[in-house]
Every structure is written in C-alpha cells, then in structure tokens.
C-alpha cells in the first residue's frame, strides 16, 4: 500500500533528489523551458511554482528563502527581477508540461516543461 508515501523517488535517495530537483529549477528559470522525463517535470512543477511564490512576494525574507533552493546568484536575480513581476497578476499555474513521446535510447517518456509566460517564444 501506498500510504503516506507522497511524490516519486526517481530511483536516487532524498539527497541526490534534492540536488536534481534544485539543478532543474535553476535551469528552469535560467532557459524558461527544459526537455525531462516526464517524471522528472511532474516533480518540478510544484518546486518550481513554490518558489516563483516565493518570488512574488518579493522581501528579502522569501528572497533568502529562495536562495536556499536556486543554485545561482544570477538566476536568483532573474527570478526576482524578471519572472515574478511576470506572474504578479496570475493566481498560480505557473509551468505548463507537454508530452514529446518516447526517448530513442530507453524509451522513456519525455516532456517538456516551460514557464507559461515566455518572453523568448
């Protein structure tokens, strides 16, 4: 049974999983849209629209909150500056996920997951 057991493990233990997940956020936020596993960006989502929360409210208080999870001063900065304003207005939803199919190599299922509001589109 599955009780209480929630989000996926990703076949890594919680300290490589932590460390995935804060790699792919910053690379979120510094390319706006990443090719993953589908698996991988169902777990990202939330991470990603809690610190863009985060972003949101702007003090310095959630800006060092955030920092904790964004492996890069300058994406932190982007965060903050460019892609919080962004969604100022938007009531959550930030990430969209799109299905690519299957990976040649494995055939594991790919996705892509972007920031609803691009500006490089």
Request: aromatic content about 4%; glycine content about 6%; cysteine-free.
């Amino acid at each position: 049974m599955r009780h209480r057991k929630k989000g996926r493990s990703l076949s890594r233990t919680a300290s490589h999983r932590k460390a995935t997940l804060r790699n792919m956020a910053t690379s979120l936020f510094r390319h706006e849209r990443i090719e993953t596993t589908t698996a991988k960006a169902k777990e990202l989502r939330p991470y990603a629209e809690r610190l863009i929360t985060m972003a949101r409210r702007g003090d310095l208080h959630s800006r060092r909150l955030a920092a904790r999870h964004v492996a890069d001063r300058e994406v932190l900065g982007k965060l903050f500056t460019d892609i919080a304003p962004r969604f100022q207005e938007r009531p959550g939803g930030y990430t969209r996920i799109l299905k690519l199919g299957h990976r040649k190599g494995d055939a594991a299922e790919m996705a892509l997951i972007e920031l609803v509001e691009r500006t490089d589109a």
